[in-house]
């Protein structure tokens, strides 16, 4: 068996671009959203900035039986994913003034 390797090179600045792109996410609240689908609760996680409401991710994780398993699971999720272990970060909502017309 023999070892394959790359030779140690110098990185570029493309290697990067996805931590400048993702250096928000340390500022972020976890919420999540459940919805049924086709007979199953399907779970998405929501990575929301705290400075830009308006900025976020969506990332759907599973599917499951009951809406009871779907929320323990998202519990479980929303407290090893946010950054912030006691939850003090919220978005403001009043950022976004909608007025439905």
């Known amino acids: 068996m023999t070892l394959q390797f790359s030779p140690e090179t110098k990185g570029t ?13 340390k500022d972020s609240e976890v919420r999540y959203y459940i919805a049924p689908s086709k007979g199953r609760w399907c779970l998405t996680m929501l990575y929301i900035s705290i400075h830009d409401p308006l900025r ?3 990332q759907e994780m599973a599917d499951y039986e009951s809406e009871k398993k779907a929320i323990l699971h998202a519990e479980l999720f929303k407290r090893t994913m946010q ?3 006691r939850g003090t970060q919220k978005t403001n909502q009043n950022v976004i003034n909608l007025h439905p017309n």
Do not use: S, V
């Not at 600045?13 to 996410?25: N, R, T, V």
């Open 13 to 25: 600045a493309q290697d990067w671009i996805f931590m400048q792109e993702g250096a928000w996410l």
């Open 56 to 58: 976020f991710i969506c």
């Open 83 to 85: 950054k912030d272990a």
